[in-house]
């Protein structure tokens, strides 16, 4: 989604402006902009359709300085992609202010302000804010008064910040459903949507609360929550060592991100001397939740949804534990009737997406008796608002499609299968199994990294075609539809997934020359009727392309290509097999020459509905 950067410093901020931006294109990137406001309090503005190098040309062709000032990176939700429809939106030449999020009712509010007066350049739902804030301002209200009236009138979701030349030093900002960070500086403060955006400037955070509204200049800080009282945030000392965003030897993140799953599992499992795997990895209160669960809920979206699907296997089978999993966009809206006992678990890379919030938001008093969130962002909302947290260790995943960060989320559900088995009647020897298979899958994965060149030769074939099948069964059937949605997103090749036992009843009717059909087919016990279903799509004159375990016996011959995977303990294969699977869809999107790290329409943290 959008991302915003703010700055009030005593030095020129542009740089830091369009640092901020770059480290958050991830997040939206049809269009960016910024506005500052000079030493002579002039409001200068760029705004530019494209990526944000295109508001680097514009600034190095007619540089904009100043010490105060907003940015923005524009994923349209309202108006198409377009420099009228980029942020920053102005108003009288005077306030300049960023958004993101939705604006519900935005049509009667563009009604009463052009009756008003106020003529309006966009087709965004962020106009109506700015034209707003200026009709409070012009009431005599100070800028943050201003705001606190205008933000009285919004209903949707917000993250906002706006400057105005006539209080040339301060920035002004409010929050209410999307992500809103400051960052403290020495004799200078700073706004984004993501700490991510700050790093390169401070460590030191403060992540605001729903409802809180912000006035900064670059010596005071002042907030205030949704009844307008004064308050303090606590201020988190970000430890870690800044993400690096290189991207070292590799063509693009995604790859890069695939070939760091190694570490990205092995830290995820294993913190530094830690041998025994505790309740407390999933924070102080999860022994005394842990022993009263009986069934589990998984709400999530996407790739993250599709971690929460292999998870219902491994929690049914290894630990005994009902579970149902939902998208979390249809769950929030629904009349549900959970069992007693059950445990809400959210997963999310971001911590941020709209729905999975809004799906824990939404819960009924006693619905649940605890929720549980795994994700990779720490302090992300998710993250802040759930009983008990597992944070994944992926490290920062600046690709939009997920590969690293769904791998990881795969360990920690067999964490948590292995912690609520032990208290399900799980042997022993079957949480041996699960310890020994998660200290041996870095190695396994690697093993299937080494299959790189094979799967590039593989993706050759896909390079012309418009359409692809994935099968899988049992628990390799969400690892063919995480398959199908890597391909899909990166390479624009329409791809579906299906339990490959359903397509005699439609999709068969598809399969031609032209159709590939992509197989996951580990040698399991179901490998028998899995090959039945590929003997359907074969005498049918489809192309089939089977990912399969040596002991499956398949060997190359026409209309069958086979790429041999490691051999691995079984409850690690969809994991690896997920790691082919990215590696075909990168390989096929770079050769179809998409834009593989940024696709076409997506963004990476989906903050609105
Ligand atoms: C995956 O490649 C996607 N880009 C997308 O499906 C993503 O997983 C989804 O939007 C959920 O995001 P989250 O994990 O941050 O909640």
């Known amino acids: 989604m959008c991302g915003i950067v703010a700055v009030t410093a005593r030095r020129e901020v542009s ?360 994700a990779n962002v720490d302090h992300s909302s998710l993250v802040r608002e759930s009983d008990l947290v597992f944070l994944t260790r992926a490290g920062a995943e600046v690709g939009v499609a997920s590969t690293k960060a769904f791998t990881t989320q795969l360990v920690a559900f067999l964490m948590l299968t292995l912690l609520l088995g032990r208290r399900h009647g799980m042997s022993e020897q079957d949480q041996d199994k699960i310890t020994d298979a998660l200290h041996a899958l870095p190695s396994h994965v690697e093993q299937t990294l080494a299959l790189d060149a094979s799967i590039k030769k593989l993706s050759e074939h896909f390079i012309q075609k418009q359409h692809a099948l994935f099968l899988g069964r049992g628990i390799q059937y969400p690892i063919a539809m995480e398959g199908a949605l890597k391909l899909k997103e990166i390479s624009y090749i329409h791809a579906e997934a299906y339990p490959a036992g359903e397509l005699k009843h439609g999709p068969l009717a598809l399969v031609d020359a032209d159709m590939p059909v992509v197989a996951v087919a580990p040698g399991d016990e179901l490998l028998e009727k899995l090959k039945s279903n590929l003997e359907e799509v074969r005498s049918r004159g489809g192309e089939l392309y089977v990912f399969a375990d040596k002991k499956a016996g398949f060997v190359d011959e026409p209309l069958l290509h086979v790429l041999q995977m490691p051999s691995c303990p079984e409850m690690l294969k969809p994991v690896i097999y997920t790691v082919a699977l990215q590696l075909l869809a990168y390989h096929v999107a770079v050769q179809k020459g998409t834009d593989v790290d940024k696709p076409r329409n997506l963004a990476k943290s989906v903050t609105v509905e």
């Not at 269009?31 to 409001?43: F, P, Q, T, V």
């Not at 102080?284 to 929460?308: L, M």
Request: aromatic letters at 6%.
């Open 15 to 374: 740089e830091i402006l369009l640092e901020g931006l770059r480290r958050l294109e991830y997040r939206g990137y049809d269009s960016s902009g910024m506005a500052l406001i000079d030493n002579e309090k002039r409001l200068l503005l760029h705004k530019q359709l494209g990526k944000v190098a295109e508001l680097e040309k514009a600034q190095a062709m007619s540089p904009h300085y100043g010490c105060v000032g907003i940015a923005h990176t524009r994923w349209a939700t309202h108006g198409k992609p377009s420099a009228a429809n980029a942020h920053p939106h102005t108003s009288s030449d005077r306030i300049a202010l960023v958004h993101n999020g939705i604006i519900e009712n935005h049509a009667s509010l563009r009604k009463q302000l052009a009756e008003q007066g106020y003529v309006f350049y966009s087709q965004t739902d962020t106009e109506v804010i700015v034209h707003l804030l200026h009709s409070k301002l012009e009431q005599g209200l100070s800028l943050s008064d201003a705001l606190r009236e205008t933000v009285a009138q919004l209903e949707g979701a917000y993250a906002l910040a706006a400057v105005d030349k006539e209080s040339p030093d301060e920035v002004v900002a409010a929050r209410a459903g999307s992500p809103l960070v400051v960052g403290v500086g020495i004799g200078e403060n700073f706004l984004a949507s993501d700490q991510l955006a700050l790093r390169q400037v401070t460590d030191r955070f403060i992540f605001l609360e729903e409802g809180d509204l912000v006035r900064m200049t670059a010596m005071t800080l002042e907030i205030w929550d949704q009844s307008g009282n004064v308050v303090e945030r606590p201020r988190r000392d970000v430890a870690e060592a800044v993400e690096s965003v290189d991207l070292g030897q590799f063509e693009h993140y995604m790859l890069k991100e695939i070939y760091e799953q190694p570490k990205a599992l092995a830290d995820t499992f294993k913190i530094a001397d830690e041998t025994e795997l505790s309740d407390e990895r999933f924070g102080a209160e999860a022994a005394a939740v842990f022993d009263q669960v009986k069934s589990v809920q998984i709400v999530a979206c996407g790739t993250s949804f599709h971690a929460g699907l292999v998870a219902r296997y491994w929690l049914e089978e290894l630990a005994g534990i009902p579970c149902e999993v939902e998208v979390a966009s249809e769950f929030r809206y629904r009349k549900r009737a959970p069992q007693p006992g059950t445990l809400l678990v959210t997963v999310s890379q971001s911590g941020e997406t709209a729905d999975s919030l809004a799906a824990l938001r939404g819960q009924k008093d006693g619905e649940f008796i605890a929720s549980l969130v795994i």
